[in-house]
């Protein structure tokens, strides 16, 4: 964890740094509307959907080992989410946004028969189910889905548990992720998941691809990707109202900007390593 917390550390301290004059320069607090175009345009030059393996992949030119690596180490993340989330949970003294955020943990780690009973005697409604997925998998949680993914692929869910195919690279990145949360303030920690900003277009062209140029793959494991298309735009405009609300001082309004920036160069750094690995394996698909 020391190498982490200096990780972490360091880049906070360096972008501080790197942008100190310019915020001294332009410290004025800015308008919604400003504040919303700052946090897009980083989407615009920094989100992973750029990078070349991510690019190949919507492209079809990856063969079936270099997209069960991609699988594979995509799982550590999809599994740290909800130890992300419970960090920026346990840190938030905001009863409201505790509410709000909670849900985000069960989304991904899935629901027990016990706490669905509860919902429903406390007059909660069910979760809704994306269109073409069974309504028995309802609850499972993006971990389970992201399993199924695996299985579709040829992964067995031994070697997704026990990361049996985890770079390091994918692992460092991942843990910097978590301890950034858990070492921020919250709304910081916030304002970093603000990629889901940009990831319904991913989805829905990540879907589209999957469909078109890898027909190997049962289709019953692409259900995670269909569920994200209505998850990931509410919530992301849960977590940008968050956002705009409580970071309302021009310094942590920077450092919202800069947190999302964190979470550009995390995906970035972790399709990085997945590239080294497995580049060479891109060619055509069959």
Request: hydrophobic residues 40%; contains cysteine; glycine residues 6%.
């Amino acid at each position: 964890m020391l190498e982490l917390d200096r990780f972490a550390c360091d880049y906070h301290y360096e972008h501080d740094h790197d942008h100190d004059s310019n915020c001294r320069m332009t410290a004025e607090l800015w308008d919604r509307e400003t504040f919303v175009e700052q946090l897009r345009a980083i989407g615009m030059r920094a989100y992973h959907d750029k990078h070349p393996f991510h690019i190949a992949m919507n492209e079809g030119q990856l063969v079936p080992g270099a997209l069960r690596g991609w699988v594979a180490n995509r799982f550590y993340y999809q599994g740290n989410i909800p130890i992300k989330d419970a960090a920026i949970l346990g840190n938030c003294p905001v009863r409201e946004v505790r509410q709000a955020w909670i849900h985000r943990i069960l989304d991904h780690d899935g629901a027990s028969s016990g706490a669905i009973e509860s919902a429903v005697l406390s007059g909660e409604s069910a979760a809704p189910h994306a269109p073409g997925t069974a309504r028995a998998t309802a609850n499972e949680g993006g971990i389970e889905a992201w399993l199924r993914l695996g299985e579709a692929c040829g992964l067995s869910h031994d070697e997704l548990l026990n990361n049996r195919h985890l770079l390091p690279g994918v692992r460092f990145a991942v843990d910097a992720y978590v301890n950034f949360a858990r070492t921020q303030p919250w709304p910081i920690a916030i304002a970093s998941s603000l990629t889901e900003l940009f990831a319904p277009d991913l989805m829905t062209a990540r879907l589209a691809a999957f469909e078109k140029f890898y027909q190997w793959i049962d289709p019953r494991g692409l259900d995670y990707f269909r569920r994200r298309l209505t998850q990931a735009r509410r919530d992301s405009d849960e977590a940008l109202g968050i956002t705009l609300e409580y970071c309302n001082t021009p310094e942590l309004q920077r450092e919202a900007v800069r947190a999302l920036e964190f979470k550009c160069d995390v995906l970035w750094s972790m399709l990085d390593a997945i590239h080294h690995a497995y580049g060479s394996l891109e060619t055509a698909a069959c």
